[in-house]
């Protein structure tokens, strides 16, 4: 269980849903992590100190994905504990639901810049300081393929850039054997989509394994992509959505 040890991942979104289990998942390896939060201060120190008590090595950083500088510094103060930056992990994101014509200028300005320009300056910053054989992980939705419902025009095109995003910077990273791969989770039970509302009960019906994911299925796939043996995978776009897409 010790396939990350000396390793450090940046888990952004940290406090809660898919990024708690990425956290404690790449801690159980033995990475050293920095999460991060926006809100949530108490249920991310309480995440650090459940890696704690399992052994592992973390730490809390306050920084909302929405602020460049932010972004760049949650980078600096993993150096600055750690030593490095094995590991980057962009999971966190907002979805905003309204119709077309509802959605101002800044819906549009926060979902970008939360859900895909965070995305980018993490990464440049993140490999002025990441060793050859990195890790560039990047958790999209499965709904960058398909738009799934009404009124996520904008989560949708955010899913969807990260695409591009990565593709290219698997082009530009491949030399230093840095993979840099998206996750597209589908329906998972977390606070940003509920397991227990009628929405849920309709997106099980489009789904061949009809349930929910959990947070552990995705982080599960993150693991394995931070992990050794992906070393020939970079550049891809790895659907876990429990065949909704299909
Ligand atoms: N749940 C799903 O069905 C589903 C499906 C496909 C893809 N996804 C994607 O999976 C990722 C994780 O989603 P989730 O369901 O685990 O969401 P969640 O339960 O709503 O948790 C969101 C996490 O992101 C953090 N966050 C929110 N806004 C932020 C900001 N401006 N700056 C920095 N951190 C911010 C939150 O921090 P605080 O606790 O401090 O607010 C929290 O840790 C997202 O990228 C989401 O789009 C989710």
Do not use: C, W
């Not at 992990?227 to 909704?244: M, P």
């Amino acid at each position: 269980m010790s396939k990350l040890k000396n390793k450090t991942a940046i888990v952004t979104g940290g406090s809660r849903g898919m990024g708690k289990a990425i956290a404690k998942a790449l801690a159980a390896q033995g990475a050293n992590v920095a999460l991060t939060y926006v809100q949530s201060k108490e249920k991310a120190e309480n995440v650090v100190a459940e890696i704690k008590l399992a052994g592992g090595k973390a730490i809390a950083i306050k920084a909302d994905n929405a602020s460049n500088s932010d972004v760049a510094a949650v980078v600096n103060e993993t150096v600055q504990n750690f030593g490095s930056v094995d590991i980057l992990v962009n999971n966190a994101g907002i979805a905003i639901a309204k119709p077309l014509n509802d959605y101002t200028i800044q819906d549009y300005e926060d979902t970008m810049g939360v859900n895909v320009r965070a995305v980018f300056v993490a990464a440049q910053e993140a490999v002025k300081h990441m060793p050859d054989g990195g890790r560039i992980i990047t958790i999209g939705s499965n709904m960058g393929d398909n738009a799934v419902s009404e009124n996520m025009t904008l989560y949708t095109a955010s899913k969807s850039a990260l695409q591009g995003l990565t593709r290219g910077m698997a082009r530009d990273l491949g030399r230093r054997k840095i993979t840099v791969n998206l996750v597209q989770p589908g329906p998972v039970d977390t606070d940003m989509n509920p397991g227990n509302t009628e929405l849920a009960d309709f997106l099980r019906t489009r789904m061949p394994l009809g349930e929910y994911g959990t947070t552990e299925d995705i982080a599960a796939m993150v693991s394995f992509l931070a992990g050794d043996e992906s070393k020939f995978i970079t550049g891809a776009i790895l659907t876990v959505d429990g065949g909704f897409n299909a």
